[in-house]
């Protein structure tokens, strides 16, 4: 009863223009959007946020993490209240493409919009401790705090001071606040704890540490990191100078000494020692090992190699939106970092460091990326970049121009389209193109070249 409720859904003819169009059709939400009810209040009380928001939202949550679900969009935009919540829809885009970026969690902050991947059963009860504070205290906590500086803030004092401090909030919400708002994605609450919580049960949490591990920091580029997490976001923003931060082996002895890490410090010395050999010369494998030393620093955090930042099981929405926006450096770079199993190296080092065991939704995007692989090394009809979007996205539409304004979905559906169409096509042109024989190849399976 909490969350809206999909009537319909499927292809729809529009009279104006003539085209179609892929439809959702939601029951209509009663109430106001939450966001209308803050403007107008300020702020809610705290025995009506306890039992009237937070409670039934987080058996949402719950329902939808049974469910291997994530909403993505948990925000006063996206919620109605009447005689209670109503979460808005969630599947008209990607996980989080349009969530604002105080909702997401540090590591997700850092990626970008379309590489976010699917998340992790934190991520919604993550943004329900941020809209918790929102609803206390306003939207204008936030204002202030432009993405960049809020990043640089949650590294210097946590995420939980840094969304928190200053703000005399209710003790009742001081378990659920510091055990969601964890630094550590490993160390926030799942449902597990938050339902014992929801039901009144006070498990008087402690404060979280700040994530400063050093007392001496790392100093590059103007800006000083106090943590491993910290010093691979700066490297990220500032990928040019790695090579310079690394050349006198500096990183090596600060993270054997300062941070006391001997495991973090071998594997970035046999990193160095690879670039070190490798060179310059080919710059696609020297950006590889650029990678690694941020996955090694930050195994958490997004797969980055300037420009991409993103998660494995984001890749395919982040290949998309590179289409879309003719990004095609950016594309091209993309489509090299999966043809040469980069990913591989994320999974790795989760092993590693997180006793990882891959989620369904990185399951199914390696064995895509898997299957990508072996059509990539074909450039004749039926592959090339057409290939690529279609393997990321078996239920996109056939994006041909030829078809411009229908939502073909199915071989049936194109072949009965491109039938209706063949006495105009063959006065003018072939009734084919690239991106009808990438997307039947697709479809079939074809992993070889094709013949006419």
Known sequence: PNIIQLIAYGSVNLSQPDAERFVLVYERPHGQKLSEILANTGALGEHFLARNLVAPLANVI????AMDITHGRINPDNIYYQDGPVLGECASEPCGYSQHFYYEPLERMQAHPAGKGNGSNTTDFYALAVLLIECMFGKQHFVNYPRD???????????????TKNLS?????NDFLRGVLNHNPSDRWTWKYIKPWTDGRRLHVLEPPTPIETSRPFEFKKKIARSKRELAHIFFENWVGIPEAISNNQIVQWTSISLRNKALSESLSRIIKTINELGTKNELQFNEQLMNILLALDPAGPIRMSPLSMFIDGIETLCTEYYFNKQEK??????????MNMASSWISVQSIHNDYQPPEAIKDANQKLDKLRISMHYTGIGFGIERIIYELNPEMSCLSPILEGRYINTIP?????????????????????????????AKLGIQHDIKL
């Open 413 to 441: 559906a194109l072949l009965t389209r491109l039938d209706s169409m063949a006495g105009n096509l063959s006065r003018s042109a072939e009734p084919m193109d690239r991106h009808i024989f990438a997307y039947l190849a």
């Open 330 to 339: 950016e594309f091209n770079l993309l489509a090299r970092f999966i043809d």
């Open 149 to 163: 500086s809020l990043i640089n803030r949650m590294f210097e004092e946590g995420t939980y001071y840094a969304l």
């Open 62 to 65: 719950g329902e939808l993490v």
């Open 169 to 173: 909030h209710p003790e009742r919400f």
